[in-house]
T-cell receptor, first 115, second 109 residues
Framework: GAVVSQHPSWVICKSGTSVKIECRSL??????MFWYRQFPKQSLMLMAT?????????EQGVEKDKFLINHASLTLSTLTVTSAHPEDSSFYIC???????????FGDGTRLSIL | GESVGLHLPTLSVQEGDNSIINCAYS??????FIWYKQESGKGPQFIID?????DKRQGQRVTVLLNKTVKHLSLQIAATQPGDSAVYFC????????FGSGTKLNVKP
């Protein structure tokens, strides 16, 4: 149980393109979803937290107009990297959590490469 | 602990030995802790969790110890196997989930 699916797993696109990443909880209702960014050999850095039906809460230094998050249902959250540039290239990982004090369950990440 | 993007320390152990990975957290209000394992190119995988009303919890080949006095958490892996090679993160739940800097475990055959 507690499977989180993230799609796509890998995307390469030109500078200036907007890229959407989907995160789905397959067998549970995700009250809260989290989006992380990870650079090579570093820890996960929390970008934003989203609760179903409300606006995402962004961490300090994360541009909300650059990284658009939508959590429209209890099983789906999306992250859109708008007008992506090479410095946005990274490994993006989502996680989902049900109600209460529960562990997060992670997707397998999306490797984004901007040329 | 709060992730600050630190580079990962490495622990090298011989196959069959026990491994101990440590983590410190900063907020005494944290009451729920989780250990995750991340293999290269994948998302973190849940290993074991512990709540603050316990100081020890055991799983299959893994044990988590919690010392609230010094705000320290450890993960013990018994009879370490090559498949245990990965990066291990601890996380706490205070307000939001923040990840410790992680430890890379190398298992030597």
């Amino acid at each position: 149980g507690a499977v989180v699916s993230q799609h796509p797993s890998w995307v390469i696109c030109k500078s200036g393109t907007s890229v959407k990443i989907e995160c789905r909880s397959l067998d549970f209702q995700a009250t809260t979803m989290f989006w992380y960014r990870q650079f090579p050999k570093q820890s996960l850095m929390l970008m934003a937290t989203s609760n179903e039906g409300s606006k995402a809460t962004y961490e300090q230094g994360v541009e909300k107009d650059k990284f658009l998050i939508n959590h429209a249902s209890l099983t789906l959250s999306t992250l859109t990297v708008t007008s992506a540039h090479p410095e946005d290239s990274s490994f993006y990982i989502c996680s989902a959590r049900g109600d209460g004090n529960q562990p997060q369950h992670f997707g397998d990440g999306t490797r984004l490469s901007i040329l | 602990g709060e992730s600050v993007g630190l580079h990962l320390p490495t622990l090298s152990v011989q196959e069959g030995d026990n491994s101990i990975i440590n983590c410190a957290y900063s907020n005494s209000a944290s009451d729920y802790f989780i250990w995750y394992k991340q293999e290269s190119g994948k998302g973190p995988q849940f290993i074991i969790d512990i709540r603050s009303n316990m100081d020890k919890r055991q799983g299959q080949r893994v044990t988590v110890l919690l010392n609230k006095t010094v705000k320290h958490l450890s993960l013990q892996i018994a009879a370490t196997q090559p498949g245990d090679s990965a990066v291990y993160f601890c996380a706490d739940n205070f307000n939001k989930f923040y990840f410790g800097s992680g430890t890379k475990l190398n298992v030597k055959p």
